[in-house]
């Protein structure tokens, strides 16, 4: 049962990987470089090159990763190397396919489409990429090399790399498209952050009831979720009270907050947002015990 089961969780992560590269590739393909947007980390190291020298983006952006991931493998180890092995040569390839493809054709013109395109897609593929448990190597490493050689910490030093990197191109590079730049950097980032996230958060119930009991074993029988009860005391009158804690989906909420308040109109609820949550009924599949299936 094992066996299978990672075995098709490494395969999920491999086609995760695979499809991150290949669409951040793309993104850089069409909107990227065909509107001049300034980009950080080692693809706006390529970009810098290729305008400056006109050398290929891919060759450029395969030399420098190969180049980091050596020295990570020197400097930080096997291990993380592995990490960044699948990251290092499937975007130079993915790029060169697609520049083979599709050769000059340019999707659009609009430089506000590219940009918002641009920060979506980079966003997407980049979480995808390290949701699945790799790195994306490249500007990553020399922060992570300075940290351990030098004790400069890695958020400093990445930031003076990304700047250094941005000034670089802004350089060469009109106004419109350095301020369209940085919004693709916004852009990308709270979308990375949303995909790293999806699918994990969900919403944690509490709550002070007189009925108690009888919330709890409708939240069990109708609504199909584990319920654990914590003792506590009024502060007030320092009566003994139970609190219901309960982890639901965003959908089961408002099914959840009706069944709550047709019982009692009158419970306390409090409602929170969770970012992940893992265990039996979420990241493992429900095992009943006995009738009930409570939690505490």
Known sequence: MTQPHNRKAALLSASAILLGNILFALTLKLFVMPSGLIMGGATGVALAVNRAFGLSVSGVLLVFNVSMLILGWLVLGRTFAISTLASTFLSPVALEFWERLLGDYVLTDDLLLCTVFAGLGIGVSLGMVIRAGASTGGMDIPPLVLNKLCRLPVSVSMFFFDLLIL???????????????????????TVLDKVIMVGTTRTEVKIISSKADEIRAAILSQIDRGVTILHGEGGYLH??????????????????????????PASFVIVGHVSEVSGRGFSLSKHYTNQEHDQD
Do not use: F
């Open 167 to 189: 000034l670089t191109q802004a350089m060469s590079t009109p106004a419109d498209q350095i301020l369209y730049g940085i919004l693709v950097v916004l852009i990308s980032t």
């Open 239 to 264: 009566q003994p009270t139970q609190l219901l804690l309960c982890v639901v989906s965003n959908r089961e909420l408002p099914r959840l907050e009706k069944l709550i308040h047709s019982i009692d």
